[in-house]
């Protein structure tokens, strides 16, 4: 266990001086929280309602996908939080979920589709959560000039958001398990493709899917599976590798550590903690908004 008593927290960014960004997302605490190295809170950077995912980028601009009142949020150094964009070509968002920059300098977001009081009234997952109408989406932006392209819709509860050490776009969907990918090159992106698929079978009728994932420098994907209480690891071909159970029931990202450690960390909402894991192998380049050559 690395850290105790965080709210619900999420979308765990690993800083240069070895601190840790996290979201909590407890309707008492809906913040941006500081952890230190040693797992200690250190402080609340900003309250926004209820911050989901988070980006980091080459200027320490911190984008927030706020999940409360629907928007891209964009925390600057000196503690000023702007609403960057909540819509797209008149379309408002509704559940802005997960962030990641890909190689060229654009921001993607998913938005899972569905207002989040309408998802999980009162906190608790509705339920008739295998068919309740869900649109979720897929937006690629422009931090630059603020614009924004979808890039994808219909998807069950999009959700997590990568780019694979193959360059190409991964989001999933949590209602299905499924992770699909998309190929880019430059503004263009591919259509749709499956990947893989996160859920073992069992029995259980509790809502179970796929978070936040990240890839390993070798290109195996670890993504939390919520109600599932683990990590899956796939494949490059998308097959199941292995799976890390994890101590609560409801984890919700990860991210590796510093170079050289070869660890895991994810955020678990049940029981409110960071728990670290020994994985031997590194994490994958993560982008920072400054475009890179391919």
């Known amino acids: ?113 569905i207002l989040f009081e309408e998802f999980a009234p009162g906190g608790s997952v509705r339920p008739d959560w295998r068919d309740v109408p869900v649109d979720g989406r897929v937006y690629r932006i422009d931090v630059g000039d603020n614009s924004i392209t979808q890039i994808d819709e219909g998807i069950r509860f999009t959700n997590g958001v990568a780019i694979g050490v193959d360059g190409m776009l991964y989001s999933n969907e949590t209602l299905t398990g499924m992770v699909f990918r998309y190929s880019l090159d430059g503004e263009r992106v591919g259509a749709r493709e499956p990947f893989g698929n996160v859920l073992a079978p069992t029995d259980d009728e509790d809502i179970r899917g796929p978070d936040g994932m990240k890839f390993a420098e070798n290109g195996d994907l670890y993504v939390t599976v919520v109600g599932q209480g683990d990590v899956t690891v796939l494949d490059t071909a998308g097959e199941v590798r292995r799976r890390i159970p994890t101590e609560g029931g409801f984890p919700t990202n990860v991210a590796f550590g510093p170079p050289g450690s070869q660890k895991i960390y994810v955020t678990e909402d049940e029981i409110g903690t960071m728990e670290v894991f020994d994985v031997g192998i590194d994490g994958a380049l993560l982008y920072d908004g400054t475009p890179r050559e391919q």
């Open 1 to 113: 266990m690395f850290a105790t008593g965080l709210g619900v927290p999420e979308g765990p960014v690993l800083m240069p001086d070895g601190s840790w960004l996290v979201v909590e997302m407890a309707p008492d605490r809906g913040c941006v929280t500081r952890v230190g190295s040693d797992g200690q809170i250190q402080e609340v950077l900003a309250q926004t309602g209820r911050p989901n995912g988070l980006a980091v980028d080459a200027e320490a601009n911190i984008w927030i996908a706020e999940s409360k009142e629907p928007a891209l949020l964009r925390l600057s150094p000196d503690g000023t939080v702007e609403t960057y964009l909540t819509e797209c070509d008149g379309d408002p968002f509704l559940f802005p979920n997960d962030l990641a920059f890909g190689p060229d300098g654009a921001l993607f977001m998913t938005d899972s589709g």
